[in-house]
């Protein structure tokens, strides 16, 4: 499976900004997909995670409300909805696969995108 990250970009505070992830491969829509930020000079963390049928979905504490992950399995694509953007939301995000049950740890994703950076100015 190979992904690609796209969507990012510059945008003010209190913006919005759709980030998509796209998949090559016949299994896409076995797998759990996720999202993950890295901020400058931190380490890479979870965002989002939404199963393979789109039945569930699980946020990190600082984004629920905020963002919204879905999936289109026809398209064999991934959204991160982001809205009421935030300074501190500058990151490079990064989409994943993997097959643990909406799970929040890097190491449990096979396949990484290779990022999209997105900056928010105050």
């Known amino acids: 499976v190979q992904l690609q990250a796209s969507g990012g970009g510059l945008v003010q505070a209190g913006g919005s900004l759709r980030l998509s992830c796209a998949a090559s491969g016949r299994t896409f829509s076995t797998l759990y997909m996720g999202w993950f930020s890295q901020a400058p000079g931190k380490e890479r963390e979870f965002v989002a995670v939404i199963s393979p049928r789109a039945w569930s979905t699980r946020y990190a504490d600082s984004v629920q409300g905020r963002f919204t992950i879905s999936r289109d399995n026809s398209k064999n694509a991934m959204y991160l909805q982001i809205n009421s953007l935030k300074p501190e939301d500058t990151a490079v995000y990064f989409c994943?696969?993997?097959?643990?049950?909406?799970?929040?740890?890097?190491?449990?994703?096979?396949?990484w995108g290779q990022g999209t950076l997105v900056t928010v100015s105050s």
């Open positions: 994943a696969a993997g097959r643990k049950y909406l799970s929040s740890t890097i190491g449990d994703y096979d396949y």
